[in-house]
């Protein structure tokens, strides 16, 4: 995928001018910079959730997943039936949560849980979408160092064969993702 900006702006700020990053297909490639650099804008171009630039995305998936920085979690449901707002198959959606390492916690209602809790709830609603490519904005925001792992292998395992573009802060992201390519912002 080729992401040619010529030029992107929020109202007076200037974001993006004269650039072109690509993403070569099939491989995980990291955004890596600090806050306020345009990390997410790019990766929201590239999903196809942001035209209002100027310029081009070439060969950009039809079927991108998608992982928020807000988990995007309905408060009134279970965990589970968050899940099963994805898909048909309970089943599916119980080893998803295993997957994540929050099996047995399908009964709960978002606020009784932690934040990184919540994450991993929104990576394995994830994990249950087909998809073409991969897009994880700061994927394992709130989650401690085990967490982080479990997280990891759930990801590398569904994003495998599959364009991966995913936003860090942290060079440990860019390890535990297996990142081939890093942009630095």
């Known amino acids: ?7 992107k ?18 491989m995980r490639t990291a955004l890596l910079g600090p806050s306020g650099r345009g990390k997410t804008t790019l990766l929201r171009i590239a999903a196809g959730l942001d035209d209002d630039f100027i310029g081009r995305v070439d060969d950009r998936p039809e079927m991108p997943g998608i992982l928020f920085q ?3 979690l309905s408060e009134r449901v279970s965990v589970l039936s968050n899940l099963m707002a994805v898909t048909d198959d309970r089943q599916k959606a119980l080893e998803a949560l295993g997957r994540v390492g929050l099996e047995g916690e399908g009964g ?13 709830v929104a990576i394995a609603r994830l994990l249950l979408l087909p998809s073409d490519s991969v897009f994880l904005d700061e994927p394992f925001q709130g989650l401690d160092g085990e967490s982080k792992k479990i997280a990891a292998s759930a990801l590398l395992e569904y994003s495998q064969g599959k364009t991966m573009l995913f936003i860090t802060h942290d060079e440990e992201d860019v390890s535990l993702l ?7 912002l």
């Open 178 to 184: 297996g990142a081939e390519s890093v942009i630095r």
């Open 108 to 120: 709960h209602y978002i606020p009784e849980l932690s934040g990184g809790m919540r994450r991993r």
């Open 70 to 72: 807000e988990d995007r």
């Open 9 to 26: 702006r929020f109202g007076d700020k200037l974001i993006f001018s004269s650039v072109v990053f690509d993403i070569r297909k099939g």
């Open 1 to 7: 995928m080729r992401i040619t900006i010529e030029e």
